[in-house]
């Protein structure tokens, strides 16, 4: 099965250059959070994400041109689900996700090689405290754990090690702000979070050693839309697990990657003992 489709997505691969009435140029309105979601999104167009630059080159590989809209995630979610964008960038197939837009699939689960990539989340704690995670449970936890609001696939994690959730922080600015004031004992963060903590909140803030998750994102197109070009966002995931084993890929991003460090300044946010 899987072969037979490959063969039949390469062939529009193929015919997308040639300018064909099937493989006429495709507009994808696509909404993308309004603050740094790294490694896979930026909000500075001039320092793309990988997520960012991937769908670029898919985009030109099966003839589709890509109007980004910017908003808060749970407005991207309202989006899709009316239909007023296309699609979704960097979405996890979490429950909400997963019944509003569709995914690339195998079998039952999303398809990891399909999805844009993957984000390590990390738990982030007050130097001096002895809140850590022992066999796969919180332990000394005594307040909630801050998640960024309307992401899934973080909760559900915090849930699993036992912890309860405040999902009302917005910005990850904001997490750790409120972790400093000591109303989260912990909070959950990517790479933007791993920055503060080297930068501004340095000497206040560090990381546990053990990922909270590490999860594969997705360009997942609204349930309207891909029922009505559904060979084209089949082509488009393809182009894009063929793409992220490309070496001209590869290269690109070590570049970005060097260009944002440049930027923005380090990660190397403290490991907690």
């Not at 490959?6 to 909404?31: D, E, H, K, Q, Y």
């Not at 791993?194 to 997705?218: N, Q, T």
């Not at 966002?233 to 890929?249: G, L, S, V």
């Not at 260009?259 to 403290?270: E, H, L, M, T, V």
Request: hydrophobic share 45%.
């Amino acid at each position: 099965m899987r072969s037979m489709r490959n063969l039949a997505v390469l062939a529009l691969l193929a015919l997308a250059p040639l300018g064909c009435a099937a493989c006429a140029s495709l507009t994808i309105r696509a909404c993308v959070e309004n603050q740094p979601f790294m490694p896979l999104t930026n909000t500075d167009a001039n320092l793309p994400g990988d997520g960012q630059i991937l769908i670029e080159m898919a985009a030109a590989a099966v003839g589709a041109t890509i109007h980004y809209r910017s908003a808060s995630w749970e407005q991207c979610q309202q989006l899709v689900d009316s239909g007023e964008v296309d699609a979704l960038v960097a979405a996890s197939h979490a429950a909400i996700n997963a019944s509003i837009a569709r995914f690339p699939m195998a079998d039952d689960e999303a398809d990891p090689a399909r999805s844009m990539g993957a984000v390590r989340t990390d738990l982030f704690r007050r130097i001096g405290s002895d809140v850590h995670v022992r066999k796969g449970r919180l332990v000394n936890l005594k307040k909630r754990v801050g998640v960024m609001h309307a992401y899934q696939a973080n909760s559900i994690s915090v849930g699993r090690l036992g912890g309860t959730v405040d999902d009302n922080s917005r910005t990850m600015e904001s997490l750790a702000k409120r972790l400093v004031a000591g109303q989260l004992d912990l909070v959950a963060g990517t790479s933007e979070l791993r920055r503060l903590c080297a930068g501004p909140f340095a000497g206040k803030i560090e990381r546990l050693p053990e990922p909270l998750d590490e999860d594969h994102y997705y360009f997942a197109f609204s349930n309207p839309f891909y029922a009505a070009n559904q060979a084209r966002a089949e082509a488009f995931w393809e182009a894009m697990a063929h793409i992220r084993q490309a070496p001209e890929y590869r290269a690109r991003l070590a570049a970005e990657a060097d260009r944002r460090n440049a930027a923005n300044g380090s990660d190397d946010c403290p490991i907690a003992h």
